[in-house]
């Protein structure tokens, strides 16, 4: 099985900083990883895939990179509806995988 | 408008098998490149994929799971079932349904995601 790691597990931050979230897989993923959000009591929302292609509707502070085993998410400045969790997940197998999640807090 | 809604049991007992539908409108789960698939999220913890069915029928399980699913769709209902076997108090999460699409033949994530439904097991 693939693993994903993402780092760090909290992150705390300020407004219009920009941050940049870490996401590692246990075996090259090509660039089969995607980035999701995730609010308190909602379900995930795409926000990347392929590693780097932003989803329609997604603000363009998000930006996605990397390929084989080492990926990043980045917002550029933060906003307040920013703060959320965020998971990465490798689809590259046959059996998908996701991060165990970062918490983005101010 | 694209929606996905899950229903099944809020409780079941330990032993138990549980029967999820996802029910969705608005994509046709019979259009090359689409899937649907199940994820888990227990209170407080990461999300977990359990299972995705193609529109060609390929079916994926989770290695860690595969003894305990079956996933399978009724293309003219608009509909996913997933039946998990077995049911233990560790299973306990909110069920998720989502759609997995190909964009000009690049796979994405899942992009549409239902609400979710909370699933307890106990005695």
């Known amino acids: 099985d693939i693993q994903m790691t993402q780092s760090p597990s909290t992150l705390s931050a300020s407004v219009g900083d920009r941050v940049t979230i870490t996401c590692r897989a246990s075996?090259?993923?090509?660039?089969?990883l995607a980035w999701y959000q995730q609010k308190p009591g909602k379900a995930p929302k795409l926000l990347i895939y392929?590693?780097?292609s932003l989803e329609s509707g997604v603000p363009s502070r998000f930006s996605g990179s990397g390929s084989g085993t080492e990926f990043t998410l980045t917002i550029s400045s933060l906003q307040p509806d920013d703060f959320a969790t965020y998971f990465c997940?490798?689809?590259?197998?046959?059996?998908?995988?996701f991060g165990q999640g970062t918490k983005l807090e101010i | 408008q694209i929606t996905l809604k899950e229903s099944g049991p809020t409780l079941v007992k330990p032993t138990q098998t549980l029967t999820l539908t996802c029910s969705f409108s608005?994509?046709?789960?019979?259009?090359?490149?689409?899937?649907v698939g199940w994820i888990r999220q227990p209170a407080g913890k990461a999300l977990e994929w359990l299972a995705l069915?193609?529109?060609?029928?390929?079916?994926r399980y989770s290695p860690s799971l595969k003894s305990r699913l079956t996933i399978t769709k009724d293309t003219s209902k608009n509909q996913v079932v997933l039946t998990m076997t077995n049911m233990d108090p560790v299973d306990t999460a909110t069920y998720y349904c989502?759609?997995?699409?190909?964009?000009?033949?690049?796979?994405?994530?899942?992009?549409?995601w239902g609400e979710g439904t909370m699933i307890s097991v106990s005695s």
């Open positions: 997940q490798q689809y590259n197998s046959s059996f998908y995988t």
């Open positions: 075996q090259s993923i090509r660039s089969w």
């Open positions: 392929k590693a780097s």
């Open positions: 608005g994509f046709s789960l019979s259009a090359r490149g689409v899937g």
């Open positions: 069915i193609y529109w060609d029928e390929d079916k």
């Open positions: 989502a759609r997995r699409i190909a964009v000009a033949g690049i796979p994405s994530g899942f992009d549409i």
